[in-house]
């Protein structure tokens, strides 16, 4: 009899619409066997699936960097030799690791242990120059008017509410020292469009990566046009019947949007960008690079 009701009890969950922004915080990337496979593919150079291949970490740094070093006014002590960044969702630190050779002293956040112990193993250049941290950057409390850089690298301000998001770039803002900088990148329309599901499923014999165990796996997309979102939904379901589905969220956005808010909070100079190399702005582009300051 359990064998069944967990059976119908999956069906409903694959048949029930989730509410907009449904398990943001389940923290599910926090899971130790899901974060190691999320940590295979930031460290995969052959694909962009997690991260963003190595040649193109490497470019962005660098105009990173110089996007900082012609906009920031930052006051510091003369005993202050480096920069501190604050880097939201920073994986296994490869973009940390490139920062460090450019001068930063980089704090790093990330929800997942497997990447934060790597970061910590093989990220830090030197015992001065880098800090990891394993929080969820959206809700951890951020030390006031210390950091001259804060960066949130490759979508992860489209995974999260329109709510979350204002609350976390006020947050930011607060961290930030006056003349501090914000750079992060967002989703477009155009992005969203070649990330959705088609409705398919799939036997995994085992060491899949949702779940160890033998499993069916279903997955589709929920589109939300009013909140300019999309849900993609990896449903797994056990040879016992037991189910769980997992809601990977996409916000997508147009750069007038992320002024206003950006605006709203107390940013100045807000410049959008059609990547983080700094490419001028173009209709289709997938990605909207934002750098904004805080007032000095």
Not at 66 to 71: E, L, P, S, T, Y
Request: glycine share 6%; net charge neutral.
């Amino acid at each position: 009899m359990k064998p069944l009701l967990r059976r119908l009890s999956a069906f409903r969950e694959i048949s029930r619409t989730p509410a907009p922004f449904e398990q943001e915080q389940t923290l599910f990337w926090a899971n130790r066997y899901v974060s190691r496979h999320v940590l295979h593919a930031h460290l995969d150079d052959e694909t962009d699936a997690a991260s963003r291949k190595p040649s193109e970490i490497h470019k962005q740094c660098q105009w990173i960097a110089q996007a900082f070093r012609q906009r920031q006014r930052v006051r510091e002590s003369p005993d202050r030799d480096r920069h501190r960044v604050l880097d939201l969702g920073c994986g296994p630190g490869l973009y940390a690791q490139e920062l460090q050779t450019e001068g930063f002293h980089v704090t790093g956040l990330d929800v997942s242990p497997a990447s934060i112990r790597y970061a910590r193993r093989h990220s830090v250049r030197s015992p001065d120059t880098a800090t990891y941290r394993c929080v969820d950057y959206t809700t951890v409390n951020l030390p006031e008017k210390t950091y001259s850089l804060a960066l949130c690298i490759y979508g992860g301000m489209g995974t999260i509410s329109d709510k979350t998001q204002e609350d976390l770039m006020t947050r930011i803002y607060r961290s930030l020292l006056p003349g501090g900088i914000l750079i992060f990148d967002a989703f477009t329309e155009d992005y969203a469009e070649d990330e959705k599901l088609a409705p398919d499923w799939h036997y995994i014999p085992g060491n899949g990566f949702w779940m160890r165990s033998p499993h069916m796996l279903l997955e589709r997309s929920y589109v939300f046009e009013t909140h300019k979102a999309f849900a993609n939904a990896y449903t797994t379901i056990s040879l016992s019947g037991k189910s769980r589905r997992y809601l990977v969220w996409h916000r997508y956005y147009d750069p007038a949007e992320l002024h206003d808010r950006l605006t709203n909070i107390g940013y100045t100079d807000i410049l959008h960008h059609a990547d983080l190399n700094g490419t001028p702005w173009y209709s289709g582009s997938k990605w909207i690079g934002m750098v904004a300051k805080k007032p000095e």
